[in-house]
Each structure stands twice: as structure tokens, then as C-alpha cells.
């Protein structure tokens, strides 16, 4: 097994159904991950110990779902330098933009990358991450190009059916 580069984590395994759409691209590039449950609010100690070491452990950044009052990906940020980039998740009653405002509304000098919520946000993160280790490694940007002409031949090959 490669070492893993990239940590993803949920404050639950109720967000898998959204964060297997980030452990899905990482795969789909090549890039070596890890996945853990973690929560802030409800084991802080296990949050503190993977957080500070994450680095030790040759992970390269931290993608971070999480739903409602979404701390994780902040309180990730607080005790690592390694980017945490958050993925806000659907909640029940608000749609995400509870966890949304939770993750990008980060006080100034503790930054988290906010995507989008939901699965595109979640695999925008695994992109983004890629692209971040792409800077180092020329073998994966060549995939990550071919990642991006393969969805332009798609869009490119689209077509609406005419009506009548
Ligand atoms: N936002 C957080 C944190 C945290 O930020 O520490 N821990 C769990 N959660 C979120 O609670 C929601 C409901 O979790 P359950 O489905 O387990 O009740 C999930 O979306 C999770 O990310």
C-alpha cells in the first residue's frame, strides 16, 4: 500500500454518501489516501492526535467533511499547518448552508479552502488536492491534464436532442 498523501475525513460515516465522491476522484488520479471518522465535537482527543500528526505522518493536506455545525475542518486547521480543505455536507433542515457558513466563515489567520456543499464539492476537494501535489509530482499532473481533456472531449461530444 502507498503511503497516503491525502487524509479524508468526516465528522461521521452518515457523510460517506458525499465524501465517497472525494475518495472516489482521488482514486480515479492515482493520488494514496486515508479515510477516518473524526469530530470535533464528539471525540476531541482523537481530533487533536490526528491533526497534530498528520504531517509526521507524510500526509500533504487534509480534505474535511462535515454537516450542520461543521467545526471539524476548522478545529483541523487550528492544530495543523498542512491545508484543510472543507467540504460542507447537506444537512437536514438547512440544505448545507449551515455546514457552508460553519466552514468558509473561518476568523482571519486560520484559513480553510471552502468548497462547494455537497458531492461536487467533495470532488472539486480531491481535485484541488491533486492539483496541490501535482506542483511536485509531473506523473500525476500529467494525469490530472488527462483528466481534464477527457471531460472536455465530453462536454464537447454533448448534444440536445431536438423537439418536433
Ligand atoms: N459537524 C460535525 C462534527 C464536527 O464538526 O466536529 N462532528 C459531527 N458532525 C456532523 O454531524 C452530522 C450528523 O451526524 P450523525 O449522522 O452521526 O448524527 C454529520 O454531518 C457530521 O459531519
Not at 487550528?78 to 444537512?91: C, D, E, H
Request: one cysteine or more; aromatic letters at 4%.
Amino acid at each position: 500500500m502507498a503511503q497516503p498523501l491525502v487524509g479524508v475525513v468526516m465528522g461521521s460515516n452518515s457523510d460517506w454518501e458525499v465524501m465517497r465522491h472525494a475518495a472516489g476522484q482521488l482514486r480515479v488520479l492515482g493520488v494514496p489516501f486515508e479515510l477516518r471518522v473524526v469530530s470535533a465535537h464528539r471525540t476531541p482527543d482523537l481530533l487533536f492526535q490526528y491533526a497534530e500528526t498528520a504531517a509526521s505522518r507524510g500526509l500533504r493536506c487534509i480534505i474535511a467533511g462535515a454537516g450542520g455545525a461543521a467545526h471539524l475542518p476548522g478545529m483541523l486547521a487550528a492544530k495543523t499547518l498542512l491545508p484543510v480543505l472543507g467540504v460542507p455536507i447537506p444537512s437536514r433542515y438547512l440544505k448545507g448552508m449551515d455546514s457552508l457558513l460553519s466552514i468558509v466563515q473561518m476568523p482571519k489567520g486560520v484559513p480553510v479552502a471552502t468548497f462547494a456543499i455537497g458531492e461536487a464539492g467533495a470532488a472539486n476537494a480531491a481535485l484541488f488536492a491533486a492539483a496541490l501535489l501535482a506542483a511536485g509530482d509531473g506523473e500525476l499532473a500529467v494525469r490530472l491534464q488527462a483528466f481534464r481533456a477527457e471531460q472536455e472531449a465530453a462536454v464537447l461530444a454533448m448534444s440536445i436532442p431536438e423537439e418536433g
